[in-house]
């Protein structure tokens, strides 16, 4: 198992609170001791009536009455900040949060973290994206525009607009809001015979908001502004593409079409062919630190942005350090029987370069939790051939509550571990 990181002390340890903690206690003292010299002149200038030295305790020690002010002062501070510290709770810091130093702390760092891109689709890309905005504010998703299947791709054909789904869950992966928010944009209408049956409300949602806001793009931002969203959602493209599969002498259409099939996929490819890459996408990948692909379905999920030749080539080209994770469980329909290096050999078929541009492959190696009792689902192997040219690493990054997903917090301590040790061979 990775060793534990802590995400509040990752590249940039200090938050500098500390020095403007002491600047603010110099300016107290600083004010204090100048009323202090203005009322000395006061009193030694001009005449006072005789009430003022019992209100000024002259009938005490002058030590003495030093002492008394500055306890009460002292007093006077520590409710001041105690009761100042219980407002800013309330009104910024949720429950179970900790306290407002501690959420000032945590978003400073975050804030320091690094450029850190995902491109996926599905589970897979949200699970992602959940652990690693532990660690940083600066998280781009990537998301493919090629679902066509349940509510996204019924709103899909019916309004013309891109499938939401998978926007949706990264979203909801990187919001910061209240969990009631989260179970609102997640909630499934279940009302049969209903135009409503099986559609979300955060679908619905993003539809309209792309209505109010002019365009789809400009809907996720919207919609991002709403949830609180640590970093941005980005389409791969924004041409109303179709994901095609050749299977055998067959071709199929439709990315539920692919996933339904028996066959084993030899390639897939867009339709129409070359759609233009949206174009803040490819700006992400050359200013990251990081790119990430995967996880999620190879080639239904993951290969559908880098279908897109202008995402590809910006991750071919980009100075980033660049990490295929791998799934950790076969998926009926698309990659039965793969191990880890044959998911990276198909990704490789469809990248436009003779060479693995990955410096690192992430496989788990923890094998032996139990599987869907189907049969039909099984651990991938941790294997790959030394002629693919990367660096393996092997870890335990599976959810033990569901062997077919990652575990967010695992997989995100390996990929900044990775992206640490890079920054400090750089340095």
Known sequence: MPPVVNPLKYLYPGMHIKRWIALTTLGLVCTSLGIAYFLVQVYRVQPLPEFASELTLQFIDRSVRGALFLLLGLAAMAVGFWKLNQTLAAAFVRRGRGSVLEEIYSTRARDRGPKIVVIGGGTGLSVALRGL??????????????????????????LGVLPPGDFRNCLVALADVEPLMETLFQYRFSNQGS???????????????????????????????????????????????TLCAELGDEVVEGESSISASTLPIQRVFLQPDNPPAYPEAVKAIHEADLVVVGPGSLYTSVLPNLL????????????????????????????????SGEHLEALLRHLPTTENPFD???????????????????????????????????????????????????LAQVLVRLCEQQAALVA
């Open 308 to 339: 897109v030749r202008g995402v590809a080539d910006a991750l071919v080209t980009t100075q980033a350090l660049k990490v295929y994770v791998c799934n950790v469980a076969t998926q009926p329909g698309e990659t039965d029987g793969y191990g």
């Open 195 to 241: 135009d409503l049956d099986g559609h979300s409300f955060g679908n619905l949602f993003i539809v309209a908001m792309s209505e109010v806001a002019g365009n789809f793009e400009r809907a996720i931002s919207e919609a991002s502004r709403v949830l609180a969203v640590r970093g941005q959602v980005l389409p791969s493209t924004l041409e109303d593409v």
């Open 360 to 410: 690192f492959v992430v496989v788990n190696d923890r094998l032996g939790l139990p599987m869907p009792p189907t049969g039909k689902v099984a651990p991938v192997p941790p294997i790959v051939d030394s002629s693919l040219n990367v660096k393996v690493i092997t870890a335990d990054v599976v959810d033990e509550a569901n062997a077919v997903r990652h575990d967010s917090a695992k």
């Open 133 to 158: 905005k532990q660690y940083t504010s600066h998280l781009t998703a990537i998301v493919t525009v090629a679902d066509d299947g349940g509510s996204s791709g019924r709103l899909r054909r019916e």
